[in-house]
């Protein structure tokens, strides 16, 4: 199993410059005051309950806080909430911090909390966060006073507190989305270290300090995530000093920051899984034989390493290698091209199929795709690759209107409820799970998981749901993620988390 921790690769030290007979200028001092930050994708939307990219998290996690959050070794401690009890088997009482403010300046309370679960658990409202809450019980939410709300699940759920740590539990200030509604995520209001100044669709966020943050303000006056979607271009951007951070380095560029000597390079385990993803649902991958045909055709090795190289590991199962629970002895369809001819003979295809792989414009994502064509070219199965913009793509997977596509889960709570839940349970088909798997049995497994409160027995149950989503074969695991984090040598404070979701408050610039 892969460490959690993350390795420092390259340490480099920088002397002080001395400026002789001179002050720093104004515009000096202004300037190393604003962080630049180079995001892999452009942010959807700055309201967290909406939110289904890692991307756009990534922002919100600056601008909200949660009840709870992660600690940099993944366990939970309080944000705004102080502490919390366990009133019966399924109910926790949260005890909420005083005198904390919204950026319109509006004092945080339950009612906030409240109104956030309500309106995001609601069906109407499409949220795409509420199938990480679909645990509680929203209807029986007791606000006690200002700063004491009881929350309880629907039955009992062993991993609560992990998902209240997850990215889309961020409270929203009630009063602002009463006021802007459905623009809200353009109009993002949190009690974070920051708060929206611009946003240049297509472009760039610009965050601002918040100077009455609770936990006291940020090291920085401005924080600006610019979208940049092409590896490289991070890479030579926080080279040359056009930003400071820069995530998701490609592995090609290793090697030439480890020798940099202005950018450390940081590494770490994330607990994320790519993956191709069939539409279970649509013909001809309705049929398991032809899931499992596909499966066997494709060398999983040589996509895993001319894809991602160093930033990955050939994929062990049908969760990310590192979460606890996860499966070693998961049947992973070895390379074997006679079954696959047997398995479409038996479903009808001797003669293969033309088929449709749509991906987004990710460079690893075009070169699985482009050795997909070679390897299944073999079975008589012709793919076409249809590349779209990351807004389009995904709300197209969403619908189901694809043959097959390319994914990644990073189950950031690094609990096996949320590395298989989302994506494998039929009331999350539209939502996470864009295979559209509907399996009843499997189902049932993910729910009693999460029910058990034994942690062993637990395992056992997540195990066998990777043995029933394995002969299923709704998605081909690629790789198990390794991320790298470029960062400018002046950067102060930085620490990276296996979340993918690095926080800024404490982050300086010498």
Wanted: proline share 5%.
């Amino acid at each position: 199993m892969k460490s959690r921790t993350f390795i420092l690769l390259a340490v480099v030290t920088l002397s002080a410059a001395i400026l002789i007979g001179c002050a720093p200028s104004e515009e000096a001092a202004v300037a190393e005051s604003h962080l630049i930050v180079a995001n892999f994708a452009e942010t959807q939307t700055m309201d967290p309950r909406a939110v289904e990219d890692t991307a756009s998290h990534w922002i919100n996690n600056q601008i909200f806080d949660g009840l709870v959050r992660r600690t940099d070794d993944m366990g939970v401690e309080p944000a705004l909430a102080t502490d919390w009890s366990f009133v019966d088997e399924r109910t926790i009482e949260f005890n909420l911090r005083q005198d904390v403010l919204f950026h319109n300046g509006v004092e945080f309370t339950a009612e906030d909390v409240k109104f956030t679960y309500e309106t995001l658990l609601d069906r109407s409202l499409g949220f795409a966060g509420r199938s990480r809450l679909a645990m509680i019980d929203v209807e029986n939410i007791e606000v006690i006073d200002d700063y004491t709300i009881r929350i309880p699940t629907n039955q009992p759920f062993a991993a609560v507190l992990t998902y209240l740590a997850h990215s889309s539990s961020l409270i929203v200030s009630k009063a602002a989305v009463e006021e802007h509604g459905a623009d809200f995520g353009a109009n993002p209001v949190g009690t974070g270290p920051f708060k929206l100044s611009r946003w240049d669709r297509g472009t760039a966020v610009h965050l601002e300090r918040f100077d009455e943050h609770w936990r006291g303000p940020a090291q920085v006056e401005q924080l600006t995530f610019r979208g940049i979607p092409e590896g490289s271009s991070r890479t030579i951007e926080v080279e040359t000093g056009g930003v400071h951070v820069a995530q998701q380095i490609p592995e090609t560029d290793f090697n030439r920051l480890r020798e940099s000597s202005s950018v450390e390079l940081y590494e770490y385990a994330a607990m994320r899984l790519h993956y191709i993803l069939f539409n279970t649902q649509a013909e001809p991958f309705n049929d398991v034989r032809v899931r499992q045909a596909i499966s066997y055709a494709l060398d999983i090795e040589e996509l895993a390493e001319v894809a991602y190289g160093g930033a990955g590991t050939p994929a062990r199962g049908y969760m990310n290698s590192s979460i606890w629970a996860f499966n070693p002895d998961v049947y992973m369809y070895p390379r074997n091209m006679d079954r696959a001819r047997e398995l479409l003979a038996e479903a009808g295809y001797s003669d293969g199929f033309r088929m449709t792989m749509t991906i987004d414009d990710s460079s690893p994502r075009q070169t699985i795709a482009e050795i997909m064509g070679s390897q299944l070219r073999e079975l008589g199965i012709e793919i076409d690759i249809e590349i779209m913009e990351w807004g389009a793509y995904l709300q197209m997977t969403a619908g189901g209107e694809h043959d097959m596509a390319q994914l990644a889960w990073l189950a950031s709570t690094g609990d096996p409820h949320h590395a298989l839940h989302p994506n494998y349970f039929s009331g999350n088909i539209g939502a996470a799970n864009r295979s559209y798997t509907e399996l009843p049995e499997l189902d049932e497994l993910l729910l009693a998981g999460v029910r058990e409160p034994d942690a062993a027995r637990r395992e056992q149950i997540y195990r066998e749901a990777q043995e029933l989503i394995s002969g299923f074969a709704p998605i081909i695991p690629v790789a198990d993620d390794r991320e790298a984090v470029g960062v400018r040598a002046n950067v102060t404070g930085f620490v990276p988390s296996p979340s993918g979701y690095h926080m800024f408050h404490e982050v300086g610039l010498n």
